[in-house]
C-alpha cells in the first residue's frame, strides 16, 4: 500500500521556521515529481511548491518564495520544505502529492495531477 505521511507541523510564532517532511513508503517516488500544498479553513486547496523527479528543478507559489524551500532525499524517499519567515496567512493544512507522471520534464502546480496524497500536517502561526 503506498503511503504519504507528513510530519513537523505545529504552532510557530510569526518569523519563525519549521520544517516539514513528508516520507514515502509501499513503493519509491524517485520517478515522480512531488509537490506541497496548502489548505486553510475555507479556502480551497492551493499549491506551495514542487520538486521534479531528479530535484534539479523547483517552483514555488509567489506567495512563498524566498521564504520556503523544498527538497528531496531520494535514498531516504523523503521530501522536504523548510518554511521560514512565517506569516499568520501560512496557517493551514500542508498536503505532500506524488504526480501521477514519471520522469516528466515538466513539473506541474495543478493538484489534479498529483494522484497520492499524504493526510496532512497543521501549520499555525501566531502573530
Known amino acids: 500500500q503506498v503511503q504519504l505521511v507528513e510530519s513537523g507541523g505545529g504552532l510557530v510564532q510569526a518569523g519563525g521556521s519549521l520544517r516539514v517532511s513528508c516520507a514515502a513508503s509501499?513503493?519509491?517516488?524517485?520517478?515522480?515529481?512531488m509537490g506541497w500544498f496548502r489548505q486553510a479553513p475555507g479556502k480551497e486547496r492551493e499549491f506551495v511548491a514542487a520538486?521534479?523527479?531528479?530535484?534539479?528543478?523547483?517552483y514555488y507559489a509567489d506567495s512563498v518564495k524566498g521564504r520556503f524551500t523544498i527538497s528531496r532525499e531520494k535514498a531516504k524517499n523523503t521530501v522536504y520544505l523548510q518554511m521560514n519567515s512565517l506569516k499568520p496567512e501560512d496557517t493551514a493544512v500542508y498536503y505532500c502529492?506524488?504526480?501521477?507522471?514519471?520522469?516528466?520534464?515538466?513539473?506541474?502546480?495543478?493538484?489534479?495531477?498529483?494522484?497520492?496524497w499524504g493526510q496532512g500536517t497543521q501549520v499555525t502561526v501566531s502573530s
Open positions: 509501499g513503493r519509491t517516488f524517485s520517478r515522480n515529481a
Open positions: 520538486i521534479s523527479w531528479s530535484g534539479g528543478s523547483t
Open positions: 502529492a506524488a504526480d501521477r507522471a514519471t520522469w516528466s520534464l515538466v513539473v506541474s502546480t495543478r493538484a489534479a495531477d498529483f494522484d497520492s
